[in-house]
Structures are given as structure tokens and as C-alpha cells.
């Protein structure tokens, strides 16, 4: 079963082939260069650049694939959660060409599409925890099976991504600011600051909002000023540090208190090398944690493809 996918929620334009857990053709276009120079995603800008970008990567994925049309079986979309005028873009287009081709659309969840995208690795059966990880969320599941979750620690305030972009941005650092926080706390120590790693109890939940203060505050009342290249590179360190904490901590503990011997890692922070190693470090020997190749951490339509083939074999 060939399944076109689609996944416009955010800044990507993405779309995908995929058969099975065999990605046939993959085009992305990032609109990072677009919002850069604001910091952030510009909703009106990021929907005007999906239409413009959308149907020609459809056109590319066909033609690296070497099909037509009328050779898709089925098209998964990403409905929800995202930005309301660039998910209308992507379901409008997979609407269309459901109705057009005379085949099955499935409409998903986009946090439960960054789970799927462990179709594409070697993961062991479930039960297991799910941890995404990315610019609007940090949501840790129960998954009891394939399609039947139980959410059991999620975002307060700020989600673990959008902290490193916010604070990427205190620090002068390019836009998004995973990758450049992670390129600046390369090999740099990351105990100068004592930033506050959030606790909530005995609960699983995630907290950002304190450590981005706590970051704000330490530049601008207590240094005054950054000293040079080595002080920002050790609060970029420091700031990593104690925003990845929390999610090898809640995540083994979940492990633990659930009785499951994996973690499954996904979302754009967990393209984070550090975030790999820490859970390697922390991991006991019982519990071991699965990520997704780096490139299918941050939104593409290859993971959208495989939740709708789940859901429509399901129903088949
Ligand atoms: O999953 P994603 O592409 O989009 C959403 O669904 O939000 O995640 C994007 C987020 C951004 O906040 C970005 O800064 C973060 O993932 N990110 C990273 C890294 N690469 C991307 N955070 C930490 N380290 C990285 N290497
Ligand atoms: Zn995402």
C-alpha cells in the first residue's frame, strides 16, 4: 500500500511515500531562512509559503518515486494540533486528492505521528513510554499499544523546545535554537551555572518557564553583560543541561513505575546529541531508550504516512 503523506502544521512543508516501513520518496522544505530573522514561526508567512511550496514537492515525491497519481492507495494528513491557516493548506490538498483519486484519507494527531515514527527504527513491542519532545510540546505516554495511550505527564507552560529557541534568542544565537545551543554547549563544561531543574512533585509533568527566567535573569542582573565567546558558550551549555535533565529523569522514572523496558525518544529535541547520551548514561540496565534517525526527529510527512497506514490497516 503506497500512502501519500502530508505535513504542513508548522514550518515545514513536507511530503512522503512511504510503503510500509519503507520510505520511498521524501521531499521537506524548511521555512527556517523565512522566520529567522523574527525569531520565531510567523503564522501568515508560514501558510502563504505552503501553498506556494506544497504541490510541487507532491510533483517531486511522485516523480523520485517514478509513479503517478493514480498509483497512491491512500493519503494520510497532519489535521491537528498546529497553526490553524498551514494545517488548512495540507488538509485541503489531501482532501482534494482523496476525493479526486477515489481514495481513503486519514486525517492525525501530529504528537501521535512523532510516535510513529518509530516504524522506521527497530523498537521492541509495546507496552513502553513515549516521550515528544518538540516546539509546542513535551508529553510523556503510556503506550499500552500501538493506538491506546495513556498521557501521563505533559507541558505546564513553556514546551522543552520553544525554551531552547527562547533562550537560543536571549543569547544572540540563530534561529532554531536546538541546533545552535547544541552546536554552542559542544564540548563545553556545563556546571559554571546552577541553573534550577524543574520538579514537579511526584508528578511526570514539565516545567520550562522557570529555567527561561532563571537564564533572562542571570544575564541581566547578575553578569550585566556577557563577558565573551567561552561565558555564552557555558550558559548554552548550562541552560542544556538543566532542560534535559527533567526528561531523562520523568522518562526513567515512568519506566520504572510502569514496568516497561523501553523509552521511545521523539520530536525535534530529540535530534539532541547530548539528550542521546544522557539517556545512556542514566539508563539502568533494564531500560533502554530508542530514537528515531536524526532526520525523522523534526517534522516530516514520513511519520504522518505511517500513522494514517496504521490506523487505515486497522479499519481495513
Ligand atoms: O518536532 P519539531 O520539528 O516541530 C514541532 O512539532 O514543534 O520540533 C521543533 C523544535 C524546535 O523548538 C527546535 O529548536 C527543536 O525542536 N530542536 C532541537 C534540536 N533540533 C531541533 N532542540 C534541541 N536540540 C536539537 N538538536
Ligand atoms: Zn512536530
Not at 508567512?45 to 510533483?59: D, F, V, Y
Not at 498521557?151 to 533562550?167: L, Q
Not at 514520513?302 to 479499519?315: I, P, Q
Request: net charge negative; glycine share 8%.
Amino acid at each position: 500500500m503506497k500512502i501519500l503523506g502530508i505535513e504542513t502544521s508548522c514550518d515545514e512543508t513536507a511530503v512522503s511515500i512511504v510503503e510500509g516501513t519503507n520510505i520511498v520518496s521524501e521531499k521537506i522544505f524548511s521555512q527556517v531562512s523565512l522566520h529567522s530573522e523574527y525569531a520565531g514561526v510567523v503564522p501568515e508567512l508560514a501558510s502563504r509559503e505552503h501553498l506556494r511550496k506544497l504541490n510541487l514537492l507532491i510533483q517531486e515525491a511522485l516523480t523520485e518515486a517514478g509513479i503517478n497519481y493514480e498509483d497512491i492507495d491512500a493519503v494520510a494528513v497532519t489535521a491537528y494540533p498546529g497553526l490553524e491557516g498551514s494545517l488548512l493548506v495540507g488538509l485541503t490538498s489531501a482532501r482534494t486528492l482523496s476525493y479526486l483519486l477515489n481514495i481513503p484519507i486519514k486525517e492525525v494527531d501530529h504528537i501521535e505521528a512523532h510516535l510513529f515514527s518509530h516504524v522506521f527504527t527497530q523498537l521492541p513491542p509495546p507496552p513502553g513510554i513515549g516521550l515528544v519532545i518538540s516546539g509546542g510540546h513535551s508529553r510523556l505516554f503510556y503506550i499500552k499499544k500501538w493506538g491506546d495511550y495513556e498521557i501521563i505527564g505533559d507541558t505546564r507552560d513553556d514546551a522543552v523546545g520553544e525554551s531552547f529557541d527562547k533562550v537560543a534568542s536571549l543569547l544572540g544565537l540563530p534561529y532554531p535554537g536546538g541546533p545552535s545551543i547544541e552546536k554552542a554547549s559542544r564540548g563545553v563544561r556545563e556546571n559554571r551555572f546552577n541553573f534550577p531543574v524543574s520538579k514537579l512533585g511526584n508528578s511526570y509533568d514539565f516545567s520550562y518557564s522557570g529555567l527561561k527566567t532563571a537564564v533572562l535573569y542571570k544575564i541581566k542582573y547578575d553578569l550585566k553583560e556577557i563577558s565573551g565567546e567561552k561565558e555564552l558558550k557555558e550558559l548554552a551549555s548550562s541552560f542544556q543541561k538543566a532542560a534535559l535533565t527533567p526528561l531523562v529523569k520523568n522518562s526513567i522514572k515512568a519506566a520504572e513505575d510502569y514496568s516497561a523496558d523501553w523509552i521511545f525518544v521523539c520530536g525535534g529535541v530529540a535530534a539532541n546529541s547530548r539528550l542521546r547520551e544522557l539517556f545512556d548514561e542514566k539508563s539502568p540496565e533494564n531500560i533502554k531508550a530508542y530514537f528515531p534517525g536524526v532526520r525523522l526527529c523534526t517534522d516530516n510527512a514520513s511519520m504522518v504516512a505511517a500513522c494514517g497506514g496504521f490506523y487505515l490497516k486497522k479499519e481495513a
